[in-house]
């Protein structure tokens, strides 16, 4: 079992930026996927940004050119830069992975414990 450990968020008023840190520890052979999901207040969990091993990223529509992902694959980690912020933006932003423990064995995902971004008007 893994838990992702977040980190980054708060409050920040709109046009401002906010990093969010996702670390993986323990053992772990391959990260296949990282990103972040956002559920805000009586809303469903919505995909923000992914990255794959090989790097490529995805967004969705509501963040493309403002938030950039990233990851370092030596240290098991994925950042959000999240820039221009705009009040839509508040939410909880959940850190999540795909990745397995040994070569040639299941995928399993997991999820970081939540991290709060306010964006104030």
């Known amino acids: 079992q893994v838990q992702l450990v977040e980190s980054g968020g708060g409050l920040v008023q709109a046009g401002g930026s906010l990093r969010l840190s996702c670390a993986a520890p323990?053992?772990?052979?391959?990260?296949?996927?990282m990103g972040w999901y956002r559920q805000a207040p009586g809303k469903q969990r919505e995909l923000v940004a992914t990255?794959?091993?090989?790097?490529?990223?995805n967004y969705a529509d509501s963040v493309k050119g403002r938030f950039t992902i990233s990851r370092d694959n030596a240290k098991n980690m994925a950042y959000l830069q999240m820039n221009s912020l705009k009040p839509e933006d508040t939410a909880v932003y959940y850190c999540?992975?795909?990745?397995?423990?040994?070569?040639?064995?299941?995928?399993?995902?997991?999820w970081g414990q939540g991290a709060q971004v306010t964006v104030s008007s």
């Open positions: 999540t992975a795909v990745l397995r423990h040994e070569s040639a064995k299941p995928q399993f995902r997991y």
């Open positions: 323990g053992s772990i052979f391959s990260i296949d996927l």
């Open positions: 990255v794959i091993s090989g790097g490529s990223t």
